[in-house]
């Protein structure tokens, strides 16, 4: 079932040449270092980078901290590199910082995030969840 999807966005300094940009696109950061928490998403985000960098996934930066979201962002803030983030997650404003939306030839690159139900879950909490979901948004989800 799909549940939602968001838009992939990329962290910066304000002081960054990118960030003079309305948009940036995948290619544009083939030459950066790339920041990633190994918490969700950045796994995700990490596995979207390198499909849409794969011609140049040999000069790809990535690094990858054992952090939160937050914390990456203040290393960015402190010039060591860009962050991927998701939409949802601009609220959390640092001085600094900026968003751009990431794009490829397509449009803006979104994430979506869906659930999967397995025949032999025999879980009533979440059969009540789906089931819910199923009545609220019955145009999103196969009943």
Do not use: C
């Not at 499909?51 to 952090?67: A, G, N, Q, W």
Request: charged share 25%; hydrophobic share 40%; glycine share 6%.
């Amino acid at each position: 079932m799909r549940l939602w999807s968001e838009r992939i966005l990329v962290v910066l300094p304000e002081s960054h040449a990118l960030a003079a940009q309305d948009v940036v696109y995948w290619t544009d950061l083939q030459d950066q270092t790339i920041l990633l928490s190994q918490y969700d998403p950045g796994r995700e985000l990490e596995g979207l980078l390198t499909t849409k960098l794969t011609s140049t996934s040999d000069r790809l930066r990535i690094e990858r901290h054992d952090v939160s979201r937050g914390v990456l962002k203040s290393l960015v803030a402190m010039g060591l590199g860009l962050s991927l983030v998701l939409e949802s997650d601009i609220g959390a404003n640092f001085p600094g910082l900026t968003y751009r939306e990431v794009r490829d030839g397509t449009g803006p690159s979104r994430l979506e995030f869906a659930a999967a139900w397995r025949e032999d879950n025999e879980s009533p909490p979440l059969r009540d969840f789906i089931k819910l979901l199923n009545e609220r948004y019955p145009a999103s989800f196969p009943v």
